[in-house]
């Protein structure tokens, strides 16, 4: 969107180094790279931005804004410096709530009711600096990370040509966050990915959403791991067993948790690719009474 409006002059891309991928672990570039080779930009790919030899490339750029989203390296105040109040970053949340390193996924393992994106200055505390402007999500039962990423797309574009050039214009001035209503979303540990049936219904609903992007939920059914992608609350008072399945339909399995029961859709069994709950059932005799976990 930078590049297509022609208020903006894109002198220059950075990105993370090529990264090895596959079960080849071929060396990969970033899809931010392919776009700016496809675009003949400058670019530049550091194993650390901060380093003097980096830092002087990026003057020799003679950019007067610098725009960031999702980079993964920490900024040095040096850096900062050669665009004196003039970095920008994309956080996907209403800041100043979960700053850090997942914060659509918190945001709906926390059962928020909105999400959003935020730009803000950049500063050297996380996520700390003035916000420039909001776009905002209503999250409804029907959305997971997946989604929400894809809606925060638009917002995104929307955010960077309008509100960053008025900042840039002098039209826009930022507006400080209430340091009493942080919160901040610490990077998933992928032992948070375990499904434990004592939790209700709704917190494990909220977890299979919110870690649908990585690394997502697992759960042992016979002894082996499986991935569960896609469910919804059956029910917020049912008493069961957890891990008790209490139902097996055409096209969906129920299973009762710590409080209520959860109805699952989608899951994915190890080594195997995504299924619809009525493909997996084909070749899986599941009864009532057996359990997960």
Known sequence: SLIDDSHFEVVGVITQPDKPQGRKMQLTPSPVKKFAQERNLKILTPENINEENVLQEIIALKAEAAVVVAF??????????????????????????????????????NDDVETGVSLQKVVRKLDAG??????????????????????????????????????????????????????????????????????????????????????????????KKIKILKTKVKSTTDKLKPGLIVDVKKDSIVVGCGVGSLEIFELQPESRSRLLVAEFLKGNALKKGEYFG
């Open 72 to 109: 993964g390296q920490i900024l040095s105040q040096k850096f900062l410096d050669i665009f004196v109040d003039h970095v920008v970053n994309v956080h996907t949340s209403l800041l100043p709530s979960w700053r850090g390193a997942a914060p659509v996924q918190r945001a709906l393992m």
């Open 130 to 223: 003035d916000v420039l402007g909001v776009r905002r999500i209503k999250i409804s039962d029907d959305m997971d990370a997946e989604s929400i990423f894809k809606m925060m797309i638009p917002l995104t574009q929307e955010i960077l040509t309008v509100d960053f050039m008025d900042y840039l214009r002098g039209n826009l001035a930022g507006v400080p966050q209430d340091e009493q209503k942080v919160t901040y979303a610490k990077k998933i540990d992928k032992k948070e990915s375990e499904i434990d049936w004592q939790k209700s219904a709704r917190e494990i609903f909220n977890k299979v959403r919110g870690l649908l992007v990585g690394p997502g939920t697992w759960t042992l059914l016979n002894g």
